[in-house]
């Protein structure tokens, strides 16, 4: 009779384990197409890097990607069972920061400005609100605007390779606003707080470039303002 008794207690946790797994399982195979669609954009943007007249056409390359990431978070939301969100985002945590980053990325290249958490969110297909379900939570948005700093670091370098000597000027003063508004917040999460350190790292770098840049006379406006001072040495 007890035996009969356990076994009944032990079925019922069975049960419970079969489910979380094939669950946990369903989850993962959405995650890995996601992952794959990250990965492609990350490939179409990394000509950045080596051309300035194809940034248009990545941009456009990526933004495909970012409508299966968006198929992908619809579909996880309808998995997650309500209320149990941060039960199972350890699956898609980082992943996310990285689709983040290439989001935030492709508007800056496109736009020139800061892409807003709620704007991130609707290309994603999420909400905003833990109450509302399947969100971007606010840590993934901000890790992820990190990493984009850290791309534009090196953004900012090839740029003066390829001849583009006004492009680190403008990157320079996004990073610094970033680096500002970054500081504004009262970080207590170990992984952000670290993340927001390397910013400085990035900030510096790209203040070199610049730096460089206007000590060799690349500038335009440094130009212009040598031009002015060579013309009164001469007339003297």
Same mark, same amino acid.
């Given at each position: 009779?007890?035996?009969? $008794?356990?076994?009944?207690?032990?079925?019922?946790?069975?049960?419970?384990?079969? #489910?979380?797994?094939?669950? @946990?399982?369903?989850?993962?195979? =959405? %995650?890995?197409?996601?992952?794959?669609?990250?990965?492609?954009?990350?490939?179409?943007?990394? $000509?950045?890097?080596?051309?300035?007249?194809?940034?248009?056409?990545?941009?456009?390359?990526?933004?495909?990607?970012?409508? /299966?990431?968006? #198929?992908?978070?619809?579909?996880?939301?309808?998995?997650?069972?309500?209320? !149990?969100?941060?039960?199972?985002?350890? *699956?898609? *945590?980082?992943?996310?920061? @990285? =689709? /983040?980053?290439?989001?935030?990325?492709? /508007?800056?290249?496109? #736009?020139?400005?800061?892409?807003? @958490?709620?704007?991130?969110a609707e290309v994603l297909g999420m909400k905003t609100k833990q109450s509302d379900g399947f969100h971007l939570d606010i840590e993934d948005y901000l890790?992820? /605007?990190?990493?984009?700093?850290?791309?534009?670091?090196?953004?900012a370098i090839n740029s003066v390779t390829l001849g583009d000597y006004e492009r680190p000027l403008t990157i320079s003063k996004f990073v610094a606003d970033?680096?500002?508004?970054? @500081?504004?917040?009262?970080?207590k999460n170990d992984g952000l707080r670290k993340r927001f350190d390397a910013l400085k790292y990035d900030v510096k770098k790209i203040e070199e470039i %610049?730096?460089?840049?206007?000590?060799?006379?690349?500038?335009?406006?440094?130009?212009?303002?040598?031009?002015?001072?060579?013309?009164?040495?001469?007339? !003297?």
């Amino acid at each position: 009779m007890q035996n009969a $008794v356990i076994k009944d207690i032990f079925d019922g946790f069975n049960d419970y384990l079969n #489910k979380e797994q094939e669950l @946990r399982e369903q989850i993962r195979e =959405v %995650v890995r197409e996601i992952d794959q669609a990250a990965k492609e954009a990350t490939i179409a943007l990394q $000509v950045i890097h080596s051309s300035l007249t194809d940034v248009p056409a990545a941009c456009q390359s990526a933004r495909q990607q970012f409508e /299966v990431c968006r #198929k992908g978070y619809q579909r996880l939301a309808e998995l997650i069972p309500e209320g !149990q969100y941060y039960r199972y985002n350890d *699956h898609w *945590h980082f992943l996310t920061q @990285r =689709v /983040v980053f290439l989001v935030a990325l492709t /508007v800056y290249l496109e #736009k020139g400005f800061l892409v807003s @958490r709620d704007t991130t969110a609707e290309v994603l297909g999420m909400k905003t609100k833990q109450s509302d379900g399947f969100h971007l939570d606010i840590e993934d948005y901000l890790m992820g /605007v990190l990493q984009m700093a850290s791309e534009l670091s090196r953004y900012a370098i090839n740029s003066v390779t390829l001849g583009d000597y006004e492009r680190p000027l403008t990157i320079s003063k996004f990073v610094a606003d970033l680096n500002s508004g970054y @500081r504004l917040l009262n970080l207590k999460n170990d992984g952000l707080r670290k993340r927001f350190d390397a910013l400085k790292y990035d900030v510096k770098k790209i203040e070199e470039i %610049v730096y460089d840049i206007s000590i060799r006379g690349l500038r335009a406006d440094a130009g212009a303002g040598q031009a002015p001072a060579a013309a009164a040495a001469s007339e !003297q």
